[in-house]
């Protein structure tokens, strides 16, 4: 039997990624690797976790050791790395605990991928999961293309280009077989409510103010989350080794417009009058070194392997809404204890 492991599997977009392996794919054994820090959560995966192909491995990949005998042990045939510190704001205030775990934590996968394959490298492969902040910020035109230069502006998004170039320097020296992707903001459940979406769902419905950085005017392009499960599929089996592909929703928005039919749907689905959360609306100080502008240019991943949004954002957007209506004890158990501490320290009360 085949054995990927996918890191990261507990977060956000790694467990809509185990699913997707662990339904599509019963003849192969998916190993979920993950530290479970305040954004990893195995209730997202409880609907999948008893099936007979999946297996939960608590670790964490900074942990060179550790990461070195799991790789002897279970001999990988391919690895999709999702686990990284994710939250921009949070880097900002840690920058450390980024470059651990995004940097020396993904070389520690590279070197044990390249030890237990370095006699063949036939049907194996490294793939790393990045992100469109690596190109820095646009102005009101263009779009990031995958020959765009990297100009990183937080620690977050410096932490990834540097994993994205240690990849693709193990694949020019020791020629791993590696692919790397980089996309744009995902949207849909299982975010943990640090991020602007779920964040302000469930500061709507608890009537708490919506802290918008700035004016409002930085520029998102919004993917929803099944859509870069579907694109991580299609590039781990059928992209090119050493490439580079950018996947993106089309779908760009300024945050306030976002906010303002965040709050259009919200306010329709609890049953208030039109605009009432409206006033909820607060602008704060802009979060430090905030990129204007991203967007993908995902023309590449479209020619060469027909990958296409297939849930457009109206639908996406109420779906997910109306997931974290439904999953309210969800909710309340990940924005218990400590991320009281860290919303207060954040925006104060
Ligand atoms: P997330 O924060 O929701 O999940 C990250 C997961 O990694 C968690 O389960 C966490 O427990 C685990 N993890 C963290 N440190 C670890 C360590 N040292 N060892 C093992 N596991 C560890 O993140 P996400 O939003 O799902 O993002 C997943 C990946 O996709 C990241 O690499 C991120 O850079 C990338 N990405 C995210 C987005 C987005 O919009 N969220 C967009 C593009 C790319
Ligand atoms: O572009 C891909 C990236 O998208 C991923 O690599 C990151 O892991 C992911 O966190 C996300 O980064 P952003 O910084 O774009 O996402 P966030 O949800 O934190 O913020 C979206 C926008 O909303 C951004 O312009 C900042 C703004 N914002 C965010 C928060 C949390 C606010 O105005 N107020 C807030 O409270």
Known sequence: MKKILITGGAGFIGSHVVRLFVNQYPDVEIHNLDKLTYAGNLENLSDIDQKPNYRFVKGDIVDAEFITH??????YDGVIHLAAESHVDRSIVNPMEFIFTNVVGT???LNAAKNIWK???EGKRFYHISTDEVYGALGDTGSFKETTPYSPHSP??????????FVRAYHDTYGLPTVISNCSNNYGPNQFPEKLIPLFINNIKHNKPL????????VRDWLYV???????????HKGRTGETYNIGGNNEWRNIDLI????????????????????????VTDRAGHDLRYAIDASKLRAELGWEPSIKFAEGFEKTVDWYLANEKWL?????GSYQDYYRKMYGE
Do not use: C, W
């Open 332 to 336: 309340d158990n990940v924005t218990s």
């Open 226 to 236: 099944v859509d870069h499960a579907r694109a991580i599929d299609l590039i781990f």
């Open 70 to 75: 799991l790789f002897e042990q279970e001999r």
């Open 119 to 121: 006699d063949n490298y």
């Open 260 to 283: 303002k039919k965040l709050i259009e749907i919200m306010d329709r689905k609890l049953g208030r009058p039109e605009g009432t959360s409206l006033q909820l609306i607060t602008y």
């Open 107 to 109: 070389v520690n996968l």
């Open 156 to 165: 977050y998004s410096a932490a990834k280009a540097s994993s994205d170039h």
């Open 211 to 218: 802290p918008v950085y700035g004016k409002g005017i930085n």
